[in-house]
């Protein structure tokens, strides 16, 4: 009875001090803060393009764009295409480099990581200076670098440098003869995607019976086989059907052929050597910490110095890798937006640049390529977020 | 004569090394030069292999380097006649008379020469500030603290932009330019970010869900997008969502732009901090019967913010190079001068372009590298304490 009565008397502190009333109050006022300064916004923003006369929404979705691109993976004209068009035209073309950026730059991030692991010391070295230095240089003075210093430097066309295989390099890019599939192309098609149907059959049947009964089989090699093999003999059977189209070294102009800008070589070479020294720190931490009991461990069970890398060292310091090697990702995709500097069409140079002047519409512009941004990097995270749960450790 | 158990033995052995063996070559010396060669860089063929290639690349690269930046550089002259290809100069390196002759537009841009004095104390204000700020055992944090962020600002505004009432004269921003920028830039982002991050990121770990939901949206909001969207935004929205006659100018709007982006990314850093903080700590204060307040403010945020100055550091580190965007949205930075004066008829010459960004990269290279350098220390010194 004591206890309830002493429960039921009221607190002795003031209402304003009671915690769950204060955090009441701040919240409401912090909500009415953000409310005003949004209401404020809107209605400037409404009053203010009233007076500039210029349209809101999306209608200009369908209008004519009247301007042409560079680079375009898809059919663009800049008579009959529209700006919806020109933004499928950037958001490919930052796909592009971002998806063969990441390629290149894991290739060379893990091979810099490693080497500067090395125990030869030289090469140790001349990886850390190499990560030194490209990390504490701003990537836009290194793209800047790439494209004004050194590939607008290169000859121009009269001069062009002949490459070998019929290839041209000058001041307007890199031009390669182009592969032209002739009929009976698609068999070859077919037999790689054949083999590599096969090659995801053979490992699945091949693990089953090494867990069934230890045996191994050389999977790799009957991957390669399959995925390439298979194709290069169809290729042959078949008579070989593909030609070249050979670019053409005109005085004005070169025809033909498959074009290289100089923008999309200078952005993907600045943004690959920039994100690759990132990468080599985060291979390089990740294999550090793999402690050495567990290579030592390994090898007095037995194992191999292969085997303890692939079945040991690898998969443990892939588990510490993985997460920071996404956001390195992550940050190459966003960074592909520095392509406005010197002026490669990807989503932000098309929309935000020539879009957003030539329809002012600031606000649907911004949001639209922000939109897009994010929606890249909040599935790219949500998948980690999974990945991350599926290989945290288990503990006791 | 009976046989023993040990000749037994010894008669059941059926060999026995009657002869001396030759003696073995000393083993390879593992001290000195030539022991320190065979281990680090002639261990197998693969390395000696490694060892070759490596070398070769070293020394293709490092005598081109030289020869670029002093051998074959041009070190005197008034104009492009200097730089360009000539019979005695077949080679022509770095171009450095155009560096001596634009440094004064590369630092101030186009500040007015006769008020350049007042750029000057600025950077001498900022340097004693980062001094205090940065050297661990300096005297009174405090006041260091409130130097940086409430004394500076303001007296730097005054002092750079100008006011009527102390007899300076006005100065446009739009007339600031070179290194004067990317060190306003980056200094407003610092100021502002540090303080914002550290309110976002409680707001982060507040109980309370507006705040929470709030913070959690600004953060994964700004880190989603890049920068260069999020300075456009400022720079042609902005105006849009202030009344006509507040319209910012150019600075002011790529100012918003990045202590915006500074501050998610500065919340993250800070967030990461406090929850290495045990929870005994929070437990504790509230036992001796602090608020949250003091809490904070006396107990974790001190420590949180201790274990955190080398990520913080590495944080003004990204920024520091992010501000290079701000040419973009048409700000006078050093990268923009550069792209200015590189394209400049009176001095356009084959190697202009690589020995202005060659000045740009060095510039960078100093304050970025001197940065990660004391990051590393600090970490060091703090995991040396920590260890005790």
Same mark, same amino acid.
């Given at each position: 009875m004591a206890v309830e009565s002493a429960a039921a008397q009221p607190a002795r502190v003031a209402f304003y001090n009671d915690p769950k009333i204060r955090s009441l109050g701040y919240q409401v006022a912090l909500c009415l803060v953000v409310a005003l300064l949004v209401y404020g916004a809107v209605s400037n923003a409404i009053e203010n393009l009233r007076r500039a006369h210029i349209a809101s929404g999306f209608g200009f979705w369908h209008q004519t764009a009247g301007f042409d691109i560079s680079q375009t993976l898809i059919k663009f004209s800049s008579s009959t295409s529209t700006y919806g068009e020109a933004f499928y035209v950037g958001l490919l073309n930052t796909l592009l480099v971002a998806i063969l950026g990441i390629i290149f730059a894991t290739i060379l991030g893990f091979t810099v990581g490693i080497c500067r692991l090395s125990t030869n010391w030289l090469l140790s070295r001349v990886a850390t200076a190499y990560v030194e230095l490209i990390r504490n240089i701003p990537l836009l003075l290194q793209l800047l670098f790439w494209y004004n210093a050194v590939l607008k430097a290169l000859p121009d066309l009269r001069d062009s440098m002949s490459i070998w295989g019929g290839a041209f390099l000058n001041n307007r890019g890199l031009f390669m003869p182009e592969p032209v599939p002739k009929p009976g192309f698609a068999a070859v098609e077919i037999a790689f995607a054949v083999g590599i149907i096969g090659a995801i059959g053979y490992r699945t049947w091949a693990r089953k019976r090494q867990m069934a009964t230890g045996q191994q089989a050389p999977v790799l090699t009957v991957a390669l086989l399959l995925i390439i093999g298979l194709p290069l003999v169809v290729f042959f059977l078949a008579g070989s059907p593909l030609s070249f189209d050979y670019p053409d070294k005109g005085r004005f102009n070169i025809r033909g052929g498959v074009e290289v800008v100089p923008e999309f070589a200078a952005l993907l070479v600045g943004l690959v050597m920039y994100t690759a020294a990132f990468i080599a720190e985060v291979v390089r931490a990740g294999i550090t910490a793999v402690s050495r009991g567990q290579t030592e461990a390994a090898y007095s069970l037995g194992l191999r110095p292969r085997p303890t890398l692939r079945l040991i060292v690898v998969p443990q310091a892939m588990r510490v890798i993985i997460p920071p090697l996404t956001s390195q990702y992550l940050n190459l995709t966003k960074n592909s937006s520095l392509a406005v500097a010197i002026g490669y069409p990807d989503l932000v140079q098309v929309f935000t640049g020539t879009v957003l002047n030539q329809t002012g519409q600031a606000v649907e512009v911004v949001a639209i390529t922000m939109a897009v941004y994010l929606s890249i990097s909040l599935v790219t995270s949500l998948a980690m977020n999974i990945y991350n749960a599926r290989i945290a450790l288990v503990e006791r | 004569m009976?046989?023993?158990?040990?000749?037994?033995?010894?008669?059941?052995?059926?060999?026995?090394?009657?002869?001396?063996?030759?003696?073995?070559?000393?083993?390879?010396?593992?001290?000195?030069? !030539?022991?320190?060669?065979?281990?680090?860089?002639?261990?197998?063929?693969?390395?000696?292999?490694?060892?070759?290639?490596?070398?070769?690349? #070293?020394?293709?690269?490092?005598?081109?380097?030289?020869?670029?930046?002093?051998?074959?550089?041009?070190?005197?002259?008034?104009?492009?006649?200097?730089?360009?290809?000539?019979?005695?100069?077949?080679?022509?390196?770095?171009? /450095?008379?155009?560096? /001596?002759?634009?440094?004064?537009?590369? !630092?101030?841009?186009?500040?007015? !020469?006769?008020?350049?004095?007042?750029?000057?104390?600025?950077?001498?204000?900022?340097? #004693?500030? !980062?001094? /205090?700020?940065?050297?661990?055992?300096?005297?009174?944090?405090?006041?260091?603290?409130?130097?940086?962020?409430?004394?500076?600002?303001?007296?730097?505004?005054?002092?750079?932009?100008?006011?009527?009432?102390?007899g300076l004269p006005i100065v446009d921003t739009s007339l600031w330019g070179g290194v004067l920028v990317t060190i306003v830039v980056s200094s407003v982002g610092i100021v502002v970010s540090l303080p914002l991050g550290i309110l976002l990121a409680l707001g982060r770990r507040s109980r309370m869900p507006i705040v929470k939901t709030l913070s959690v949206i600004f953060i994964e909001f700004v880190r989603g997008v890049p920068l260069i969207t999020v300075l456009f935004m400022a720079s042609v929205m902005l105006p849009l969502f202030v009344p006509d006659a507040y319209s910012p100018d150019k600075l002011v709007r790529a100012l918003v732009g990045i202590a915006l982006f500074a501050s998610a990314y500065m919340a993250e850093v800070v967030r990461a901090g406090l929850a290495a903080i045990p929870k005994g700590q929070f437990e504790g204060a509230q036992a001796v019967g602090l608020g949250y307040r003091a809490m904070m403010q006396l107990i974790v945020l001190p420590q949180a913010l201790k274990i955190t100055i080398p990520n913080i550091v590495n944080t003004y580190i990204g920024l520091f190079k992010d501000t290079t965007l701000v040419f973009i949205v048409g700000l006078f930075d050093l990268v923009k001068t550069i792209e200015v004066a590189r394209i400049d008829p009176q001095w356009a010459a084959p190697t202009t372009s690589s020995t202005g960004y060659a000045v740009a990269a060095m510039f960078y290279f100093v304050f970025c590298y001197g940065m990660s350098r004391y990051a590393r220390a600090t970490e060091a010194r703090l995991s040396k304490a920590e260890k005790r």
């Open positions: - | 009976t046989m023993s158990e040990g000749d037994l033995a010894v008669a059941e052995i059926r060999f026995l090394q009657m002869n001396p063996i030759e003696p073995q070559p000393p083993p390879m010396s593992t001290t000195g030069a !030539i022991g320190w060669l065979r281990a680090n860089l002639l261990s197998t063929p693969f390395n000696i292999g490694l060892t070759i290639v490596v070398g070769l690349l #070293v020394l293709w690269l490092v005598p081109e380097a030289l020869k670029y930046l002093i051998f074959d550089a041009i070190w005197t002259g008034h104009d492009r006649e200097a730089c360009v290809y000539t019979a005695e100069h077949p080679h022509v390196g770095a171009c /450095w008379p155009f560096v /001596w002759d634009r440094i004064s537009y590369f !630092i101030y841009g186009s500040y007015p !020469i006769p008020e350049r004095w007042r750029v000057d104390i600025f950077f001498a204000m900022l340097a #004693v500030g !980062i001094a /205090w700020l940065l050297w661990l055992n300096a005297p009174r944090h405090d006041l260091g603290l409130f130097y940086f962020f409430i004394v500076v600002p303001i007296s730097s505004f005054i002092l750079l932009h100008g006011s009527a009432l102390l």
